[in-house]
C-alpha cells in the first residue's frame, strides 16, 4: 500500500506545509462527487485522525483515511499548470473511467 508525490508534487507540498503553521502534511482521499462518483481531494493536515494510513516521502507525510484508501492505493500525485491554473493531478490506478472533464472516477467495485 502506498501514495507517493512526483518530486514536483514533493516540492509544492513542502512549501506549502512550511509556510502553514499547524500543517502535518498533506490530506488526501476520496469524496462523492461528479458524474462518475468519486472525486480526489487534497487539503492540508492538521491532525491525524484515527484509522489514517500515514506515508512519508523524504520528510512530508501523507494522511489517507481508512475508508478512502482502497479507492486511492497506488496514486501518485503530480502537480502541474493547466491553462491560467495549477493544480494537483492523479494517475490512480483503481480508477476504471473517469468523466469527460476529469473531475471524477469509477472503480470496479462501483460497476458491481
Known amino acids: 500500500m502506498a501514495v507517493s508525490l512526483t518530486p ?26 461528479g458524474c462518475s462518483g468519486w472525486g480526489h481531494i487534497t487539503e492540508l493536515a492538521r491532525d491525524q485522525r484515527e484509522g489514517d494510513a500515514v506515508f512519508e ?18 496514486t501518485q500525485i503530480d502537480f502541474g499548470k493547466h491553462g491560467l491554473s495549477e493544480t494537483f493531478t492523479f494517475s490512480n490506478p483503481n480508477a476504471t473511467a473517469e468523466c469527460g472533464c476529469g473531475e471524477s472516477f469509477t472503480t470496479e467495485a462501483d460497476k458491481a
Do not use: C, M, N
Open 8 to 33: 514536483i508534487a514533493l516540492e509544492r507540498v513542502q512549501r506549502f506545509v512550511q509556510q502553514t503553521p499547524g500543517a502535518l502534511g498533506l490530506r488526501f482521499g476520496v469524496t462523492r462527487t
Open 57 to 74: 516521502q523524504e520528510g512530508v507525510r501523507i494522511y489517507v483515511d481508512a475508508q478512502s484508501l482502497p479507492l486511492v492505493d497506488g
